[in-house]
């Protein structure tokens, strides 16, 4: 999937559009005023300069707590207060970025679509990279419970209650839909259940009262699969969860954050004297820098499943 990048013409149009307004300006003087009043034009989701509001997903239970050296190290970077949104669901966040009442969000690819579609003027800072010298991106897992012993693809998923994780996750459903339809699968209505966190749908499925398959992203898949509760069926590489911003920031605010975020590293956040937790350091070493074209992958899937998936045909 990743080859399937295409940074390249996004790069060179913004380039060509750079290019087009130099070559408008009127004179040096007029430039540097006008790129003067250009930087101090924006807004703010909080109504205040000083303050910038972020949210993350509740993907997995205490994400907030989780996040939180990204929030200090985004208050080191811009000098301003940073706010945590408090989200109950991914809707939540959805609704928060077209509202303008969240200024930078850590979300998922499919999120990053949703958002889109509901009117958020949003650019992709980065994407999430796992671990050194990987490119962004995270697999989203096919699972049983070892008890299943006929299940070996995503054929045998048939005709039994399929654990996946919420239906606007992109690694817990978006992506599962596509594969089990690539397959010849369609799970019914009352075979789909939802554990709404990734963590907590692993553990679904390895206690096997509810479903003995289902879907759950490697970090939280990984674990159980090496202590033997459950076994692994197959996984697909997903486009990496990207961290945006609003496009209505002020442009010198969207510089600092675009400098410091877009190929970063653990050590990034250290040296700027944040102190990493568990979370990060086990599934977190950076961002890599992205464009928007990096999600037509999840685009294109979208109109592949938008039969069965209501939440890509918002």
């Known amino acids: 999937m990743q080859s399937t990048l295409k940074r390249g013409l996004a ?54 707590q989780d996040a939180q050296p990204i929030a200090d190290w985004i208050a080191e970077i811009t000098g301003k207060k940073v706010e945590l949104f408090q989200a109950t669901d991914y809707t939540a966040v959805v609704q928060g970025l077209a509202a303008d009442q969240i200024d930078i969000a850590q979300i998922s690819a499919f999120t990053y679509f949703q958002s889109q579609n509901a009117g958020a003027d949003i650019i992709p800072i980065g994407a999430q990279i796992t671990q050194e010298g ?89 674990p159980l699969i090496e202590s033997g509760e459950l076994e692994e069926v197959t996984r697909v590489l997903v486009p990496a969860a990207p961290i945006v911003m609003q496009a209505a920031l002020p442009q010198d605010v969207q510089d600092q954050l675009v400098e410091a975020l877009a190929d970063s590293t653990q050590s990034d956040l250290t040296d700027a004297g944040v102190e990493l937790n568990e979370f990060l350091t086990e599934g977190w070493f950076g961002f890599g820098a992205v464009d928007d074209a990096y999600y037509d992958l999840i685009r294109t899937l979208c109109t592949e499943i938008a039969d069965e998936v209501e939440a890509c045909q918002a």
């Open 134 to 222: 990987a490119e962004p991106g995270y697999f989203s897992v096919a699972v049983k419970n070892p008890a299943a012993t006929d299940v070996t693809s995503l054929e045998d998923f048939a005709d039994q209650p399929v654990c996946f994780v919420n239906p606007t996750s992109t690694s817990g459903f978006a992506v599962p839909m596509g594969g089990l339809l690539e397959a010849g699968v369609t799970v019914s209505d009352e075979n789909r259940l939802f554990g709404e966190e990734h963590d907590l749908n692993a553990k679904k499925v390895a206690e096997g009262t509810d479903c003995q398959v289902g879907f759950a992203q490697d970090i939280d898949a990984d």
């Open 11 to 64: 790069v060179a149009a913004g380039l060509t559009l750079a290019f087009g307004l130099a070559a408008c300006a009127s004179s040096p003087a007029s430039s540097d005023t006008e790129g003067d009043a250009s930087a101090a034009e924006g807004t703010f989701a909080s109504g205040n300069s000083d303050t910038l509001v972020f949210a993350v997903l509740p993907d997995h239970e205490g994400a907030d």
